[in-house]
């Protein structure tokens, strides 16, 4: 088992900032993907971002088309997180923010995660 931890998520006007963390604990050396995804009330959860990595911790990121260079993600090995750093953030960016870990999986299918955050909710006032 994974468990999975967001924070950082709160309100903040229209082309501020936040950064989202995601602390994992339990069995991460299986861990081959951590994702972010979004869900804002009444629509289906939506792929944001999400990080792989090698035995050579080589990494690759990959990103949405709607926050492609607003948002970034980065993994602190060490530390077991991943962060979300979100700039120039729009009235639509506005929802629950999961955590997601992938055993096998890094691509844009909630379904196919393995182990999930509670959320943490970004509101972003115009």
């Known amino acids: 088992q994974v468990q999975l931890v967001e924070s950082g998520g709160g309100l903040v006007q229209a082309g501020g900032s936040l950064r989202l963390s995601c602390a994992a604990s339990?069995?991460?050396?299986?861990?081959?993907?951590m994702a972010w995804f979004r869900q804002a009330p009444g629509k289906e959860r939506e792929f944001v971002a999400v990080?792989?990595?090698?035995?050579?911790?080589?990494?690759?990121?990959y990103y949405t088309d709607s926050v492609k260079g607003r948002f970034t993600i980065t993994r602190d090995n060490a530390k077991k997180t991943v962060s979300l750093q979100m700039n120039s953030l729009k009235p639509e960016d506005t929802a629950v923010y999961y955590c997601?870990?992938?055993?096998?999986?890094?691509?844009?299918?909630?379904?196919?995660?393995?182990?999930w955050g509670q959320g943490t909710q970004v509101t972003v006032s115009s």
């Open positions: 997601a870990v992938g055993e096998s999986y890094s691509g844009p299918r909630p379904d196919l995660y393995n182990y």
């Open positions: 339990g069995r991460t050396f299986s861990t081959y993907a």
């Open positions: 990080i792989t990595w090698n035995t050579w911790s080589d990494t690759n990121t």
